[in-house]
């Protein structure tokens, strides 16, 4: 929908609005970053107000970008700073050369740009890792350029998850190359018209977002200092403003085989997707509310996704947090200990020890959740986890999930109740 609204302000083809339903599942979605997914609309419904804004400079308009803006920074500071940079990019581009102008320009931005100094002073204080400076010149001198070939991934990124292994990558590949195609068809079409078009001006200015997608995805580092999976993030990006800007360069009416392709590839995406989730319910309808029936909420429950894959991409990394959201109990999950979450540690790390993010990638455990009440498992124990759990039965056992309650800390608890 906020893709169709900025066509209808551009005056593009709304056919192409279709083409958004592509890349509904991105990689934000494959990898829980909440923020992000929220935020990808509302980068796109601030653009449509800087579009009126850019036109009308009226002040509800400008009110209404500076909203837009600050309420991008509550859902992921990133994506504000994405924001800002369209916003700068689209009004330098504008021609509007005089010091009035340029201020008129900027005054919606001055609201989130105070929250995002706010926000990074305040980080920068609580944060004691890496330096942001001395982390960036090593990156830029050095690892940048070997792993540069990562950044070919944006043709994949988006819908690789639907299978395993070549397949997946192929059908994400047909996808993206679908909508590339299109745009190429596009820029055909716009080349044989006129020049003298009340749309350039609009093709401007999409071309800079897109030039800007594109400068993010190349130059922004893999991972900052508490921070992670960072460009990969922004390939929706890439493929959101294709799609604008060639619903723009499109001749107004489309060939009924091109509507009728653009509805087809919808549709098998909606299809590939539908199974995608079907299966994925089917191979965890015993993992609900009721496996955690048999435990209290005020007892530690840590875990340990030894078979965190699905489909052959990390997907469980982080299903403990389960036991919160169904129980509101207390569990080990990365949420308190990452950089770019809200929520922080209060306690120590022997109350409530580190989660294990990716045990299942080396199949090691140093048994650090010895003095927990209960351990989620997916997939076999390691030999190496076995020796650790000595203290711990099977108390549950769902398809590949298995519950592990601490003998220790349950007769403890047993034995104190009892006196």
Not at 183 to 204: E, M, P, Q, T
Not at 311 to 332: E, H, L, M
Request: charged residues 15%; hydrophobic residues 50%.
């Amino acid at each position: 929908l906020s893709i169709l609204l900025v066509i209808k302000k551009i005056g593009g083809n709304c056919w192409f609005s279709l083409l958004s339903f592509l890349f509904l599942y991105n990689i934000n979605v494959l990898y829980g970053f909440n923020g992000l997914i929220i935020a990808i609309p509302f980068v796109m419904f601030a653009f449509c107000s800087l579009l009126y804004y850019m036109d009308k400079g009226t002040v509800l308009t400008g009110i209404a970008l500076a909203v837009l803006l600050v309420m991008l920074f509550f859902m992921h500071a990133l994506a504000a700073l994405f924001a800002l940079l369209i916003v700068c990019a689209c009004s330098f581009t504008a021609g509007n050369k005089s010091f009035s102008g340029v201020m008129k320009n900027c005054m919606p931005m001055f609201p989130v740009v105070a929250l995002l100094a706010i926000w990074w002073y305040r980080d920068s204080v609580q944060y004691h890792g890496k330096g942001l400076g001395g982390f960036l010149c090593r990156y830029y001198m050095g690892e940048y350029f070997k792993n540069l070939y990562l950044r070919g991934g944006f043709l994949i990124f988006d819908n690789f998850g639907l299978q395993e292994g070549i397949p997946g990558y192929a059908l994400a590949l047909l996808f993206s190359l679908f909508v590339i195609a299109l745009f190429a068809l596009a820029l055909y079409s716009y080349k044989r018209k006129s020049k003298i078009s009340d749309k350039n001006g609009h093709v401007k200015t999409l071309s800079t977002c897109l030039i800007c997608s594109a400068a993010v995805f190349l130059l922004i580092p893999e991972q900052l200092p508490g921070y992670s999976f960072l460009f990969a993030r922004f390939s929706v990006f890439i493929f959101l403003f294709l799609i604008l800007l060639g619903s723009i360069l499109f001749s107004d009416r489309l060939k009924k085989t091109v509507s009728g392709a653009i509805c087809i590839m919808c549709l098998i995406h909606f299809l590939l997707w539908a199974d995608y989730f079907r299966n994925f319910d089917n191979e965890n309808l015993l993992f609900n509310r009721e496996f955690f029936s048999s435990i209290a909420n005020n007892k530690r429950l840590a875990g340990l996704m030894f078979d965190y894959r699905f489909r052959g991409r990390s997907v469980y990394d982080n299903f403990p947090d389960y036991y919160i959201t169904w129980k509101q109990g207390i569990a080990t999950t990365r949420t308190i200990d990452e950089r770019s979450f809200p929520v922080q540690r209060k306690v120590n790390r022997e109350v409530l020890p580190s989660y294990i993010e990716w045990v299942g990638k080396d199949n090691t455990y140093d048994g650090r959740y010895r003095l927990m009440d209960y351990i989620l498992v997916r997939g076999g124990l390691s030999p190496e986890a076995r020796t650790q759990m000595q203290g711990f039965k099977e108390s549950r056992q769902a398809g590949s999930w298995a519950l592990y309650e601490n003998v220790r800390t349950s007769a403890a608890g047993d034995s104190v109740k009892r006196n």
